[in-house]
């Protein structure tokens, strides 16, 4: 996601996972409305991750610790995340299930 981030042209970019049933072109508008206001912003996941990621990037790299640290597949993987990102200041949006197991997709 780190290459991802650096590489796509200057301004504001999301990357959301391929695994969220419920996500919806609005919940896509909000996490860039977002942007406006925030230097990154995650969309939370119930189970302690998260469903999507942007940053800015308005004339700034991207954070040269990000994701160092990270314990992913964990319900510690955004709050480390948030940690990675500072001193940036983080905004979020909606809470999104992401289908992780056979079990996520009954809920």
């Not at 790299?61 to 990675?84: E, N």
């Amino acid at each position: 996601m780190r290459r991802v981030l650096q590489g796509m042209p200057p301004g504001p970019v999301i990357i959301i996972g391929a695994d969220i049933p419920e996500v919806t072109p609005a919940h896509i508008a909000d996490g860039f409305r977002l942007l406006g206001r925030h230097d990154a912003v995650l969309g939370p996941a119930p189970d302690g991750g998260y469903w999507m990621i942007g940053l800015r990037r308005g004339g700034r790299a991207v954070p040269t610790g990000l994701f160092q640290g990270v314990r992913w597949s964990t319900s510690h993987a955004l709050q480390d995340t948030v940690a990675s990102l500072a001193p940036l200041h983080v905004g979020f949006g909606a809470t999104l299930r992401d289908v992780d197991e056979a079990a996520d997709l009954q809920a």
